[in-house]
C-alpha cells in the first residue's frame, strides 16, 4: 500500500474506538443527560477486555463480553448518580475518570500482564476487497470496523425512525412537558446511559485490540474527543461517522507523517497534539450547534416515579 | 507542600464554578505555567537576586496560566463553545508541551525530566531542615486574595450572581462574556501558580508522568470539598493532601500503587454528591 492508503487504512482503525464511544454519548445527550465520564467509561472497557483476554486463554470475545459487562455496570452506577440522585454531571463525570483512572491503574499491576494482546479478526470482504486503490483500504479491516458501521447505522435509525428516538428527543428538550404527556423521564435516561456506555465500553476494548496491551490512562482523551464529535456531528449518527474517521485520521498521522515526506519535519509531539488542537478547531467550526436544552440539568418529577 | 499545590489548583477550579463556568482545565493550565517557568528560568541572566527572579518567574507562570486559561474562556464568551470539552483539550495540549519540553526543548540527558532550574531561582526554605518553601506562604496569600475578590470586590458580586442565574444577571446589566474570560483568566493564573510552586518550590525540574500528574483535577475535588469558598479550599487541600501523602506511605508499606489515593478521593467527592452534600442550583428549562 502507498503512504496515503496505509494512513487511510490506520486512521479507520483508530477511529472505531472514539466513534462507538461517539455513538454512546449520542444516545446519552439524546436523553438529556451529558456524560463527561466517558473517557472513564472507555478506560474500564479497555481494561476489562485486557482481563478478559487475560483469563479468557487469549481469546479477544471474552474480552469483549466482559468489556460489554463492565459498560452495563457503569451505566447502571452513572445512571443512578445522574439521574436517580441528580448529582452534577459534569462534576460527577470528571470524579468518575479519576475513580476509573486509580482503579484501572491500581488493577491493573495485578490483573493484566503488559505484553498480551489480542486481535479483532480481520475480514476481507469478498469482491470489494480486490477494487483496486480503495479495496485494500476499506474492505479489509478488522470486523469491529464494520460492526461500527452498521451500529451506526442503527444509532441513527433508533434516534430518528422510533418511539425511543422520539420520546428521548421530548426528554432532552423539555422534560417537565414529557413527563405531563405520561412519559417516565427517569426509566428513559437509565435505558439510554446504560445503553450510551455499553458502546463506550465496546470503544474501549476496540482501542485495546488495536494496541500491544493494556496502558495506564491509555484513552488519552479519546472519550472527551468523542464528546466533541458529537456536537461536531450535530447530534446525527451518521456526520458522527465522517467526524470519528477525521480524528482518526489525525492520529493516524503521528505513526505515518515520516512515511508521507511533506510532513517529515514537523517534531512528532505537535503530531501527538494535532487531534486536541483540530478539537479547537472544530469547536470553532461547529459554533451554531446547540445541545439540547436540559441536557446537564438534572430532574425532579413533580411525582414519586418508581 | 503537596498542599499548596492543591490550595492553588483548588482555587482555578472554584473561581470558574462559582459562576457555573466548568473550568475542568486546570490540569493543563498548570502544565503550561511549569512549562513556561522552565523555559524562561533556564533564560534569565545569571546574576539577578534570587528573590527577583523567583518574583519575575512567578509572575510569568501566573500570567501563561491565565493565557493558557483565556481560550477557553473566549470561546465561551464568544461562541457559546462548549467549555469542559475546549478546557480539557488544552490540558492534553499543554501536556504533550511538556513532554516536548523532557525529550526535545530541555532535555537534562539520562533522567526523564527537563534541566533542572538554577539555584538563583529556587523558592528558599521557611524553615531550613524541611521541605517547606515559600510556596505555601504563596498559596496561603493566594487563597486570601481570592477570598477577598469574592466576597468584597463587584467582581466577585457579578461572579456570583452570574452563577446564581445568568439571564437574571445579564437583565442587571452585567455581561455574561466578560465573566466568562475573567473568570477563566483567574482560575488559570492560579492553576499556573501551582505550576510555578512545583518547578520552583518542590522538584527544581519538570519531571516525566506521574509526580504532577492529576493535581489539576484533585484540584476540582479540593474545591467541591470547600464548597466553593476560598477559604475554606486551605483545610480542604490539607486533608486532601493528607490523602495523597498517606497513600504513598501506604506504597512503602504494602506495596500498593500511589493511586489508591485517587480512588480514596473520587469515592469520597462521589460520596459526597450522592448524598447531597454537594448541591448545585439549577434553572427549570423553560419552554422555547
Avoid at chain 1, 461500527?148 to 425512525?161: D, E, F, G, K, P
Avoid at chain 2, 463587584?154 to 446589566?173: D, H, S
Wanted: aromatic share 10%; proline share 4%; charged share 10%.
Amino acid at each position: 500500500m502507498s503512504p496515503v492508503q496505509t494512513l487511510f487504512s490506520l486512521g479507520i482503525a483508530l477511529m472505531v474506538p472514539m466513534l462507538f464511544a461517539a455513538l454512546g454519548e449520542l444516545i446519552i445527550e439524546k436523553a438529556g443527560v451529558l456524560n463527561v465520564g466517558i473517557e472513564g467509561v472507555m478506560l474500564i472497557g479497555a481494561f476489562s477486555a485486557a482481563v478478559g483476554v487475560n483469563y479468557g486463554n487469549g481469546s479477544i470475545w471474552i474480552g469483549l463480553l466482559i468489556a460489554i459487562g463492565s459498560g452495563i455496570v457503569c451505566g447502571i452506577i452513572l445512571a443512578l448518580l445522574y439521574v436517580r440522585l441528580g448529582t452534577d454531571q459534569i462534576v460527577t463525570g470528571i470524579m468518575f475518570n479519576i475513580l476509573a483512572f486509580g482503579l484501572t491503574t491500581t488493577l491493573a499491576v495485578k490483573y493484566v500482564h503488559a505484553s498480551q494482546s489480542s486481535q479483532f479478526p480481520d475480514w476481507d470482504i469478498p469482491g470489494l476487497h480486490s477494487i483496486p486503490g480503495i479495496g485494500d483500504v476499506l474492505f479489509s479491516q478488522d470486523v469491529l470496523v464494520y460492526a461500527s458501521i452498521v451500529i451506526a447505522a442503527l444509532v441513527w435509525y433508533l434516534t430518528r425512525q422510533t418511539w425511543f428516538g422520539l420520546y428521548s428527543r421530548a426528554v432532552s428538550e423539555y422534560p417537565r412537558a414529557a413527563e405531563s404527556a405520561g412519559l417516565n423521564v427517569w426509566r428513559l435516561r437509565y435505558v439510554a446511559v446504560i445503553l450510551g456506555c455499553v458502546l463506550t465500553a465496546v470503544g474501549g476494548a476496540e482501542l485495546f485490540a488495536n494496541s500491544g496491551g493494556f496502558v495506564a490512562g491509555y484513552t488519552n482523551g479519546r472519550g472527551f474527543i468523542a464528546l466533541a464529535i458529537v456536537v461536531l456531528a450535530r447530534w446525527n449518527a451518521f456526520y458522527v461517522v465522517a467526524a470519528a474517521l477525521l480524528f482518526g485520521v489525525a492520529q493516524a498521522l503521528q505513526f505515518e507523517a515520516d512515511k508521507l515526506g511533506f510532513l517529515g519535519d514537523v517534531p512528532s509531539h505537535v503530531l501527538i497534539a494535532l487531534p486536541y488542537i483540530l478539537v479547537l478547531v472544530a469547536v470553532v467550526f461547529a459554533r451554531g450547534s446547540r445541545y439540547p436544552a436540559a441536557v446537564g440539568i438534572p430532574f425532579r418529577p413533580t411525582r414519586s416515579s418508581t | 507542600m503537596t498542599a499548596s499545590l492543591l490550595i492553588a489548583t483548588g482555587l482555578a477550579a472554584a473561581i470558574p464554578f462559582r459562576a457555573q463556568l466548568w473550568n475542568v482545565g486546570g490540569e493543563g493550565q498548570m502544565w503550561f505555567g511549569a512549562f513556561c517557568t522552565i523555559g524562561i528560568a533556564l533564560n534569565l541572566p545569571k546574576g539577578l537576586a534570587p528573590g527577583l527572579s523567583v518574583a519575575i518567574l512567578v509572575i510569568a507562570s501566573m500570567v501563561a496560566g491565565a493565557v493558557w486559561g483565556l481560550v477557553p474562556g473566549i470561546l465561551k464568551a464568544t461562541i457559546n463553545a462548549n467549555e469542559v470539552i475546549t478546557s480539557l483539550m488544552m490540558t492534553f495540549i499543554a501536556i504533550e508541551l511538556g513532554n516536548w519540553a523532557i525529550d526535545g526543548i530541555w532535555p537534562q540527558g539520562a533522567s526523564n525530566e527537563t534541566m533542572s532550574v538554577p539555584a538563583n531561582t529556587l523558592m528558599p526554605n521557611i524553615w531550613s531542615g524541611t521541605l517547606v518553601t515559600w510556596g505555601l506562604p504563596l498559596a496561603l496569600i493566594a487563597a486570601i486574595v481570592a477570598w477577598a475578590v469574592m466576597s468584597r470586590t463587584k467582581l466577585g458580586f457579578e461572579i456570583r450572581a452570574v452563577g446564581l442565574n445568568p439571564q437574571t444577571a445579564r437583565m442587571n446589566g452585567m455581561s455574561v462574556g466578560k465573566v466568562a474570560i475573567v473568570t477563566f483568566a483567574l482560575g488559570g493564573a492560579f492553576a499556573g501558580l501551582a505550576g510555578s510552586i512545583f518547578i520552583l518550590g518542590i522538584n527544581g525540574a519538570l519531571p516525566a508522568g506521574f509526580p504532577l500528574n492529576n493535581f489539576g483535577y484533585l484540584g476540582i475535588a479540593v474545591a467541591l470539598v470547600a464548597r466553593l469558598s476560598p477559604l475554606w479550599i486551605i483545610p480542604s487541600a490539607v486533608l486532601f493532601a493528607g490523602l495523597r501523602v498517606g497513600s504513598d506511605g501506604l506504597q512503602a508499606s504494602t506495596g500498593l500503587s500511589t493511586t489508591v489515593g485517587q480512588i480514596l478521593v473520587a469515592l469520597f467527592v462521589i460520596l459526597l454528591l450522592a448524598f447531597r452534600l454537594i448541591r448545585f442550583s439549577y434553572p427549570e428549562v423553560a419552554s422555547r
